[in-house]
Protein backbone atom coordinates (compact mmCIF):
# COMPACT_ATOMS: atom_id res chain seq x y z
CA UNK A 1 0.00 0.00 0.00
CA UNK A 2 2.99 2.53 0.83
CA UNK A 3 4.07 2.07 -2.70
CA UNK A 4 0.61 2.55 -4.21
CA UNK A 5 1.10 5.94 -2.41
CA UNK A 6 4.25 6.55 -3.71
CA UNK A 7 3.86 6.08 -7.48
CA UNK A 8 0.36 8.19 -7.16
CA UNK A 9 1.98 11.27 -5.46
CA UNK A 10 4.49 11.32 -8.33
CA UNK A 11 1.74 11.28 -10.87
CA UNK A 12 0.44 14.44 -9.19
CA UNK A 13 3.58 16.43 -8.94
CA UNK A 14 3.26 19.31 -11.42
CA UNK A 15 6.03 19.86 -14.58
CA UNK A 16 7.39 22.96 -13.86
CA UNK A 17 9.31 24.68 -16.87
CA UNK A 18 12.91 24.07 -16.15
CA UNK A 19 12.04 20.11 -15.76
CA UNK A 20 10.85 20.30 -19.04
CA UNK A 21 13.09 21.95 -20.80
CA UNK A 22 15.55 18.90 -19.35
CA UNK A 23 13.15 16.39 -20.85
CA UNK A 24 13.15 17.91 -24.23
CA UNK A 25 17.57 17.31 -24.04
CA UNK A 26 19.22 15.92 -27.09
CA UNK A 27 19.46 13.16 -24.58
CA UNK A 28 15.73 12.68 -24.49
CA UNK A 29 13.93 13.82 -27.54
CA UNK A 30 16.21 13.77 -30.93
CA UNK A 31 15.92 16.13 -32.97
CA UNK A 32 14.49 14.26 -36.01
CA UNK A 33 13.07 14.80 -39.23
CA UNK A 34 10.59 12.29 -38.67
CA UNK A 35 7.20 13.22 -37.97
CA UNK A 36 3.88 11.51 -37.43
CA UNK A 37 -0.05 12.54 -38.72
CA UNK A 38 0.72 16.08 -37.18
CA UNK A 39 3.57 16.97 -40.01
CA UNK A 40 5.01 18.44 -36.90
CA UNK A 41 8.71 16.90 -36.81
CA UNK A 42 11.06 17.02 -33.24
CA UNK A 43 13.12 19.24 -35.07
CA UNK A 44 10.87 21.88 -35.95
CA UNK A 45 9.69 21.23 -32.30
CA UNK A 46 12.52 21.62 -30.53
CA UNK A 47 13.26 24.88 -32.50
CA UNK A 48 9.98 26.29 -30.94
CA UNK A 49 10.49 25.77 -27.37
CA UNK A 50 10.69 29.11 -26.29
CA UNK A 51 7.49 30.09 -27.69
CA UNK A 52 5.62 27.31 -26.98
CA UNK A 53 7.15 25.84 -23.12
CA UNK A 54 4.69 27.62 -21.37
CA UNK A 55 1.42 26.03 -23.18
CA UNK A 56 3.70 22.95 -23.84
CA UNK A 57 4.13 22.67 -19.84
CA UNK A 58 0.42 23.41 -19.42
CA UNK A 59 -0.72 20.17 -21.33
CA UNK A 60 2.11 17.84 -20.05
CA UNK A 61 0.32 19.22 -16.43
CA UNK A 62 -2.93 17.35 -17.58
CA UNK A 63 -1.25 13.34 -17.22
CA UNK A 64 -2.05 14.23 -13.41
CA UNK A 65 -5.63 13.78 -14.80
CA UNK A 66 -5.21 9.85 -15.18
CA UNK A 67 -6.16 10.63 -18.89
CA UNK A 68 -3.89 10.45 -22.11
CA UNK A 69 -4.63 13.06 -24.74
CA UNK A 70 -7.09 10.98 -27.52
CA UNK A 71 -5.33 13.39 -30.37
CA UNK A 72 -1.72 11.72 -29.26
CA UNK A 73 -3.17 7.99 -29.96
CA UNK A 74 -3.10 8.36 -33.68
CA UNK A 75 0.11 6.47 -35.37
CA UNK A 76 1.37 6.21 -38.73
CA UNK A 77 2.65 2.94 -39.83
CA UNK A 78 5.48 2.57 -42.48
CA UNK A 79 6.62 -1.35 -43.29
CA UNK A 80 10.48 -1.52 -43.92
CA UNK A 81 11.73 -4.24 -45.59
CA UNK A 82 14.19 -6.44 -42.98
CA UNK A 83 15.21 -9.51 -45.45
CA UNK A 84 14.06 -11.80 -47.91
CA UNK A 85 11.51 -11.11 -50.83
CA UNK A 86 9.72 -7.94 -51.16
CA UNK A 87 6.33 -9.74 -51.99
CA UNK A 88 6.31 -11.41 -48.73
CA UNK A 89 4.65 -9.19 -46.15
CA UNK A 90 6.22 -11.02 -42.96
CA UNK A 91 9.12 -9.40 -44.47
CA UNK A 92 8.38 -6.58 -42.96
CA UNK A 93 8.82 -4.84 -39.92
CA UNK A 94 6.46 -2.03 -39.04
CA UNK A 95 8.01 1.56 -37.72
CA UNK A 96 5.09 3.09 -35.35
CA UNK A 97 5.62 7.20 -36.09
CA UNK A 98 3.75 8.83 -33.33
CA UNK A 99 3.30 12.94 -32.87
CA UNK A 100 6.11 14.51 -31.45
CA UNK A 101 3.81 15.75 -28.56
CA UNK A 102 3.27 12.15 -27.54
CA UNK A 103 7.13 11.47 -27.22
CA UNK A 104 7.10 14.44 -25.14
CA UNK A 105 4.31 12.84 -22.85
CA UNK A 106 5.88 8.99 -23.06
CA UNK A 107 9.20 10.70 -21.40
CA UNK A 108 7.73 12.68 -18.56
CA UNK A 109 5.94 9.11 -17.66
CA UNK A 110 8.78 6.69 -18.31
CA UNK A 111 10.81 8.84 -16.32
CA UNK A 112 8.03 8.35 -13.24
CA UNK A 113 7.38 5.14 -13.91
CA UNK A 114 11.64 3.94 -13.49
CA UNK A 115 12.07 6.38 -10.49
CA UNK A 116 8.48 4.40 -8.88
CA UNK A 117 10.71 0.82 -10.17
CA UNK A 118 14.10 1.85 -9.17
CA UNK A 119 13.36 3.70 -6.11
CA UNK A 120 10.82 0.53 -4.99
CA UNK A 121 13.64 -2.10 -6.08
CA UNK A 122 11.10 -3.38 -7.90
CA UNK A 123 13.36 -4.88 -11.10
CA UNK A 124 15.31 -7.85 -10.56
CA UNK A 125 19.30 -7.80 -10.53
CA UNK A 126 18.73 -10.89 -13.26
CA UNK A 127 17.56 -8.04 -15.63
CA UNK A 128 19.75 -6.23 -17.95
CA UNK A 129 17.69 -5.10 -20.95
CA UNK A 130 15.64 -1.50 -20.51
CA UNK A 131 17.20 -0.70 -17.26
CA UNK A 132 19.86 2.24 -16.78
CA UNK A 133 23.37 1.67 -16.46
CA UNK A 134 22.98 -1.70 -17.45
CA UNK A 135 24.06 -3.30 -20.78
CA UNK A 136 24.00 -6.36 -22.69
CA UNK A 137 27.66 -6.55 -22.08
CA UNK A 138 27.09 -7.32 -18.17
CA UNK A 139 24.45 -10.17 -18.80
CA UNK A 140 26.91 -11.79 -21.00
CA UNK A 141 29.82 -11.38 -18.64
CA UNK A 142 27.79 -12.72 -15.48
CA UNK A 143 26.98 -15.69 -17.62
CA UNK A 144 30.35 -16.69 -18.62
CA UNK A 145 31.47 -16.10 -15.18
CA UNK A 146 28.84 -18.31 -13.29
CA UNK A 147 29.60 -21.23 -16.21
CA UNK A 148 33.11 -20.79 -15.45
CA UNK A 149 32.56 -20.44 -11.24
CA UNK A 150 30.43 -23.60 -11.40
CA UNK A 151 32.69 -26.10 -13.58
CA UNK A 152 35.45 -25.01 -10.92
CA UNK A 153 33.74 -26.25 -8.37
CA UNK A 154 32.99 -29.81 -10.91
CA UNK A 155 29.04 -29.18 -11.26
CA UNK A 156 27.27 -29.81 -14.29
CA UNK A 157 26.30 -26.80 -15.73
CA UNK A 158 22.68 -26.40 -18.23
CA UNK A 159 21.41 -23.27 -20.32
CA UNK A 160 17.78 -22.59 -21.89
CA UNK A 161 17.71 -20.27 -24.04
CA UNK A 162 14.67 -18.79 -26.04
CA UNK A 163 14.11 -16.09 -28.76
CA UNK A 164 10.57 -14.70 -28.67
CA UNK A 165 9.91 -13.31 -31.87
CA UNK A 166 7.83 -9.72 -32.15
CA UNK A 167 8.30 -10.38 -27.95
CA UNK A 168 6.68 -6.47 -27.58
CA UNK A 169 3.50 -7.70 -29.79
CA UNK A 170 2.78 -11.02 -27.18
CA UNK A 171 2.14 -8.63 -24.46
CA UNK A 172 -1.17 -8.90 -23.09
CA UNK A 173 -2.12 -5.46 -21.87
CA UNK A 174 -4.88 -6.70 -19.21
CA UNK A 175 -1.96 -8.87 -18.10
CA UNK A 176 0.22 -6.00 -18.49
CA UNK A 177 -2.08 -3.81 -16.23
CA UNK A 178 -2.46 -6.24 -13.71
CA UNK A 179 0.75 -6.81 -12.82
CA UNK A 180 1.38 -3.20 -12.85
CA UNK A 181 -1.41 -2.55 -10.19
CA UNK A 182 0.10 -5.51 -7.97
CA UNK A 183 3.90 -3.85 -8.25
CA UNK A 184 1.58 -0.23 -6.83
CA UNK A 185 0.59 1.41 -9.82
CA UNK A 186 -2.51 2.82 -8.94
CA UNK A 187 -5.03 5.61 -8.76
CA UNK A 188 -4.04 8.21 -11.39
CA UNK A 189 -1.06 6.19 -12.54
CA UNK A 190 -2.75 3.22 -13.29
CA UNK A 191 -5.60 5.31 -14.70
CA UNK A 192 -3.25 6.81 -17.01
CA UNK A 193 -1.20 3.99 -18.91
CA UNK A 194 -4.71 2.11 -19.11
CA UNK A 195 -5.45 5.31 -21.06
CA UNK A 196 -2.51 5.33 -23.25
CA UNK A 197 -3.14 1.68 -23.91
CA UNK A 198 -6.50 1.40 -24.55
CA UNK A 199 -8.62 2.93 -27.86
CA UNK A 200 -5.67 3.43 -30.32
CA UNK A 201 -5.66 3.90 -33.82
CA UNK A 202 -3.51 3.44 -36.86
CA UNK A 203 -2.85 3.59 -40.31
CA UNK A 204 -0.81 2.16 -42.49
CA UNK A 205 1.57 4.07 -44.89
CA UNK A 206 2.82 2.41 -48.10
CA UNK A 207 4.89 4.27 -50.70
CA UNK A 208 5.21 3.08 -53.81
CA UNK A 209 8.83 5.06 -54.42
CA UNK A 210 12.22 3.00 -54.99
CA UNK A 211 15.29 3.27 -53.65
Known amino acids: MIICMVLRSVFRIKCKVF ?14 G ?3 YDEIPTKILKLNVPYILS ?27 KKGEKSNISN ?3 ISLLTS ?9 FTRLTHHLSDNHILAKEQFGFK ?13 NDIL ?19 FDCVDHDLLLSK ?26 ISNKSK
Open 19 to 32: SLISFLGPQRVKPK
Open 34 to 36: SHG
Open 55 to 81: LLTYLCNLISTGTFPTRLKFAEIKPLH
Open 92 to 94: YRP
Open 101 to 109: FSKIFEKII
Open 132 to 144: NKSFTDLASFKLI
Open 149 to 167: TSLNKKLLVGGIFCDLQKA
Open 180 to 205: MNWYGISGEGFNLIQSYLKNRYQRVI
